[in-house]
């Protein structure tokens, strides 16, 4: 169990608070851990969503289905991360995507009466959970704009400007296979292959599995901007 308090310091729901005094918060409240196999279905989309599940060990993703039938991953998420915790409130409270784990997890499980409970005992819990709330509306504002991209081509523009943005250089590791992007993208990874070798014949971008510079920025944008219009 002082593992567990542990990872918690390291959550963001407990950003700020001690394990001693997670110790005394849970004395307070109801919980329950589970362990599930690589590759096992957590949650289907569609179910409802009665506790807040933090990953105290291992990987899952989240992916939705789309009318055709394409699977779309919609992101990883790793320990010790909450799982879909703006959706635990409301009168529509439940999952959006399926939850696959990637690695070997451990679940804690936290009912929705008991987290109010932790809230009202501790209000940074509180402040720490409408933090969180506020950065995944943010995530998802701009998971849907990414969405309404048409084309494979506008999607790797926006990728790749997020990028470069957000860590402030024009060169950046994608840190994950083309088959791992293709998925996120929702499209065949050969189909990406082709795109990426595309902006790279036009000098747009230079490419290795491990490193991407961006050359033309202004392209990039282009692309987007045409999107707009």
Same mark, same amino acid.
């Given at each position: 169990m002082a593992n567990m308090f542990t990872v918690l310091t390291h959550n963001q729901l407990f950003m700020g608070i001690t394990t001693p005094e997670l110790h005394e918060l849970f004395k307070c409240i109801h919980f329950g851990i589970r362990t599930y196999n690589?590759?096992?279905? $957590?949650?289907?989309?569609?179910?409802?969503?009665? %506790?807040?599940? $933090?990953?105290? #060990?291992?990987?899952?993703?989240g992916e939705m289905v789309d009318?055709?039938?394409?699977? @779309?991953?919609?992101?990883? @998420?790793?320990?010790?991360?909450? *799982?879909?915790?703006?959706?635990?409130?409301?009168? %529509?409270?439940?999952?959006?995507?399926?939850?696959?784990?990637?690695?070997?997890?451990? $679940?804690?499980? @936290?009912?929705?009466?008991n987290l109010v409970t932790l809230m009202q005992k501790d209000n940074r819990v509180l402040i720490n959970y409408l933090d969180i709330v506020s950065d995944k509306g943010q995530?998802? #504002? !701009?998971?849907?704009?990414?969405? #309404?991209?048409?084309?494979i081509r506008e999607k790797l523009a926006h990728y790749l400007i997020e990028n470069t943005m957000e860590k402030n250089a024009i060169s950046f590791d994608p840190n994950m296979s083309q088959t791992a992007l293709a998925e996120i993208f929702g499209v065949a990874r050969p189909s990406l292959a082709r795109t *990426?070798?595309?902006l790279v014949d036009q000098g747009i971008i230079e490419y290795t599995p491990r490193w *991407?510079?961006?050359?033309?920025?202004? !392209?990039?944008? =282009?692309? $987007?901007?045409? =999107?707009?219009?």
């Open positions: 690589k590759g096992q279905l $957590i949650a289907v989309a569609g179910d409802k969503c009665n %506790n807040l599940m $933090i990953l105290l #060990s291992g990987v899952v993703k009318f055709s039938g394409r699977t @779309i991953k919609v992101e990883d @998420i790793e320990a010790p991360r909450p *799982i879909a915790p703006v959706f635990l409130f409301g009168k %529509n409270a439940f999952f959006p995507v399926n939850i696959t784990t990637i690695k070997e997890a451990e $679940i804690l499980y @936290i009912g929705r009466d995530f998802l #504002s !701009d998971k849907l704009r990414f969405l #309404s991209f048409n084309t *990426i070798g595309e *991407i510079t961006v050359k033309k920025m202004n !392209d990039l944008k =282009n692309i $987007i901007l045409k =999107n707009v219009k």
